[in-house]
Structure formats: structure tokens, C-alpha cells
């Protein structure tokens, strides 16, 4: 049994642990940016190509106190205490990467340089040579983290972040992580059989998240490597039948109840281009199409998920004032039924809608503080029938997308 680290965007802590718990691992607890569990290679295989929410999946190799004074020194023995020779060839090549919180050290990247020291010299002590530095594409990753009083030092199993799934290949403007976005999807109360409607789509990451996850498809199968196959401890013959699994389940492609459009047609042809080259064509619709004169593409009630341009990232706020509570009228006269959950870094924005969610979660899009306002379109009076009118809306749409 080994210990592993799961990282993950915050806020998603708590579906992390119930995804690793599925893939076999122990001890789980969540911690801030991820989770911590015991498992065996199987269970590191499982987490790598089943997780949704996980960025990468350590493996820890080391944890010991440092000196105040000292620390530098300290790290560097620890690190030159590891038998690394033991992990990986000195043919792989490799890159450290130092990360801190409230340490005490005065360069995080002299950490950086004395870990690379370490292992360079205890390869050199045991075989007589030395592994290379590669900073772009090494075969291995090691992982250090400061805290106050402690390091501990990591091995990354992942390689690449495993939110690149390797469907995704167009993009536009500012596109959202693919775990971000299931993660998205989770909270907001949707599962395979739930009409789901992406009226802003961008790239179509909401699309391309939910397809996947409605055919069974892990997230991990079309990547090409993972880090844990540049270990010596690399079980090839566990990792093809976890693997063999995982195909073995995947459904055949059919319409899923899954619709999305965008204003922007740069966005529509990125969304198709992604679906199409990830075999997912017959599972979405997609359309050009202005939210303001959307409605409803299904008959039965589902979520809306959209994640809106917002101040942060367009720099129109004159123009976002206006659309968002252009946007409420529409979720109030045309949505009746639907559940709305909103991803958006704007904390104006609830009041801007005009409508209020049951529950904001907070969630970071990177180091960008957001929330998740889910919002119930009660059923009612708000009938479809009465809404077939036009919208007057004063907004100007060529600058709104």
C-alpha cells in the first residue's frame, strides 16, 4: 500500500474523495486542493484514468521537518536520502518543481535547484551516472511542497494534467478545464437522462464533459501516456486489464439529450469540430443561436448550465450589466421547470439577474475565485405558452457574446 496525493481545483474536495473511494482507495480525506488516500498501483491506475475532478495523482515518497535556518540543507538530504535509482532509469529524463505555503525558505526555486542536486548526485554515487534535466517534457515529475515546518516530496503518477482529456483541440476565448467542468455538472444536480442545455458554449467543454459521461467513457482513454509508465514500479499487465475494463464499458454513440449553442460562430464550429473528432458527433446537437431568443430545446424539464462572459475576462462590464438582467427574463419566461446553474466570477451578478439561487458554491477557476449560483425556475404561472412573444430587450448583442 502506497500514499498518494490527488489534486484537484478547489472546491471540488468533497467529489474527489467520493471518485477515489470508487476506484478502490483507502484512508481517503480531503484536504485544501485535494485529497489524500492509501491504495495499490491498481488503485493509482483506477484514480488516473477514472477521475473526473483529479488534476494529478502523487505519489509521496518523503515527508520530514526543515530547519528555519537551515532548510535548504535539510531538503537536500532528504531528497539525496530517497533512492531514486530505485523509481525511474538514469536514462529518464526529469524536472522538479517546488510549490510553497507560509514556508519560511527564501527562494522556492534554490528548493527547486537542490532537489535537482540530490538526485543528480545520488545517481551519480550509485550507478556513476546522471539523469538530464528536461523542463518541457521530462518522463518523470517530481513534485516538492513547503509548508511551514515540512517538505514533502512527491513523484507525479499523471504526467500531462489530467484534465487534458485529448478531445478538445479547437478552442475560443478563456476555455473552462475539462475537470472543472464535470465538476460543474456534478453540483448542479444533472446525470445521463436529464435534458442539458449549454446555451453559451464556447468550445464545448459542458458538451463534450456530459457526453462522455453519459456513454461511460473514462477520461482517460485516449491519452497517450501516463507518468506512472516511466516508473520502474510500472505493472504493465495490471494497467492493460484496468484498461481493457474501461473500453470494455464505454456505450455506443446515440442522441443523449445533450443541446448546445453559442452566439459567437467561431465558438459553434470549435464545438462541432471537438465532438466530431472525438466520435461524439450523433450525441449533441448544436446550433447558432442568441440566448436572448432561445427556448427550451426539450420538452421535459433539465438543467441549463452555462458559464457567461463576465468583467474579468471580456472588460464589458456597461455591456453586462445590461445582459444579465436580459438573461433573467429569459430563464423567468422561457425556463419554467429548468434548473439554472450559472458558473461566473462577477459577485454582482445574482443581483444583476434579478432572480436568487438556492445555493452558491464556491469554486476557483485557477487562482480566479468564482461561485456556482443554482437557480430553480419554479413552475407555474410562467407557462411556455405564454412566453412565444418577442423579448424587448435593450441590449446591444455584437458586443455581448
Known amino acids: 500500500m502506497e500514499h498518494f496525493f490527488a489534486t484537484s481545483p478547489r472546491g471540488l474536495e468533497?467529489?474527489?474523495?467520493?471518485?477515489?473511494?470508487?476506484?478502490?482507495?483507502?484512508?481517503?480525506?480531503?484536504?485544501?486542493?485535494?485529497?489524500?488516500?492509501?491504495?495499490?498501483?491498481?488503485?493509482?491506475?483506477?484514480?488516473?484514468?477514472?477521475?473526473?475532478?483529479?488534476?494529478?495523482?502523487?505519489?509521496?515518497?518523503?515527508?520530514?521537518?526543515?530547519?528555519?535556518?537551515?532548510?535548504?540543507?535539510?531538503?537536500?538530504?532528504?531528497?539525496?536520502?530517497?533512492?531514486?535509482?530505485?523509481?525511474?532509469?538514469?536514462?529518464?529524463?526529469?524536472?522538479?518543481?517546488?510549490?510553497?505555503?507560509?514556508?519560511?525558505?527564501?527562494?522556492?526555486?534554490?528548493?527547486?535547484?537542490?532537489?535537482?542536486?540530490?538526485?543528480?548526485?545520488?545517481?551519480?554515487?550509485?550507478?556513476?551516472?546522471?539523469?538530464?534535466?528536461?523542463?518541457?517534457?521530462?518522463?518523470?515529475?517530481?513534485?516538492?511542497?513547503?509548508?511551514?515546518?515540512?517538505?514533502?516530496?512527491?513523484?507525479?503518477?499523471?504526467?500531462?494534467?489530467?484534465?487534458?482529456?485529448?478531445?478538445?483541440?479547437?478552442?475560443?476565448?478563456?476555455?473552462?478545464?475539462?475537470?472543472?467542468?464535470?465538476?460543474?455538472?456534478?453540483?448542479?444536480?444533472?446525470?445521463?437522462?436529464?435534458?442539458?442545455f449549454d446555451p453559451m458554449c464556447g468550445s464545448g467543454t459542458f458538451a463534450l464533459e456530459a457526453a462522455c459521461i453519459a456513454l461511460n467513457r473514462a477520461p482517460g482513454l485516449e491519452r497517450v501516456r501516463f507518468g506512472f509508465e516511466s516508473l520502474k514500479t510500472f505493472q504493465p499487465e495490471i494497467w492493460q486489464e484496468i484498461r481493457r475494463t474501461a473500453l470494455n464499458g464505454v456505450k455506443e454513440v446515440g442522441f443523449l439529450d445533450i443541446w448546445a449553442s453559442d452566439l459567437d460562430p467561431r465558438a459553434v464550429r470549435a464545438t462541432r469540430k471537438n465532438l466530431a473528432d472525438a466520435g461524439l458527433e450523433g450525441a449533441v446537437k448544436v446550433a447558432a443561436g442568441d440566448f436572448l431568443e432561445a427556448n427550451p430545446p426539450s420538452e421535459n424539464p433539465g438543467i441549463l448550465v452555462a458559464n457567461p462572459p463576465y468583467g474579468e475576462r471580456v472588460g464589458e462590464s456597461a455591456a453586462l450589466a445590461e445582459f444579465y438582467p436580459a438573461m433573467g427574463a429569459v430563464l423567468k419566461r422561457r425556463f419554467s421547470g429548468w434548473t439554472a446553474a450559472i458558473f461566473t466570477a462577477d459577485q454582482n451578478f445574482p443581483k444583476l439577474l434579478r432572480l436568487s439561487p438556492r445555493r452558491k458554491t464556491p469554486l476557483f477557476n485557477g487562482a480566479l475565485e468564482c461561485r456556482l449560483y443554482e437557480i430553480e425556475m419554479v413552475a407555474g404561472s410562467n407557462r411556455r405558452s405564454a412566453m412565444r412573444g418577442d423579448i424587448e430587450l435593450s441590449v446591444n448583442k455584437a458586443t455581448v457574446k
Open 14 to 196: 468533497k467529489l474527489l474523495t467520493d471518485e477515489l473511494a470508487e476506484a478502490g482507495a483507502k484512508s481517503v480525506r480531503d484536504v485544501h486542493g485535494g485529497a489524500e488516500f492509501v491504495g495499490d498501483w491498481a488503485v493509482c491506475y483506477r484514480a488516473n484514468l477514472y477521475s473526473r475532478m483529479a488534476t494529478r495523482i502523487l505519489w509521496r515518497l518523503s515527508s520530514a521537518p526543515y530547519r528555519k535556518e537551515k532548510g535548504e540543507d535539510d531538503i537536500y538530504r532528504q531528497a539525496l536520502a530517497i533512492p531514486w535509482e530505485d523509481y525511474f532509469s538514469v536514462g529518464a529524463t526529469f524536472r522538479a518543481q517546488t510549490t510553497a505555503s507560509r514556508s519560511p525558505v527564501k527562494s522556492v526555486d534554490f528548493v527547486t535547484l537542490r532537489v535537482k542536486d540530490a538526485v543528480c548526485d545520488r545517481f551519480r554515487e550509485v550507478t556513476g551516472q546522471r539523469p538530464d534535466v528536461d523542463t518541457k517534457a521530462p518522463d518523470i515529475r517530481i513534485q516538492i511542497y513547503l509548508s511551514a515546518r515540512d517538505c514533502v516530496i512527491y513523484l507525479d503518477t499523471s504526467g500531462a494534467p489530467l484534465w487534458q482529456r485529448g478531445l478538445r483541440h479547437a478552442n475560443v476565448e478563456a476555455p473552462l478545464k475539462e475537470n472543472l467542468a464535470a465538476g460543474i455538472l456534478r453540483l448542479s444536480g444533472w446525470h445521463p437522462g436529464i435534458p442539458l
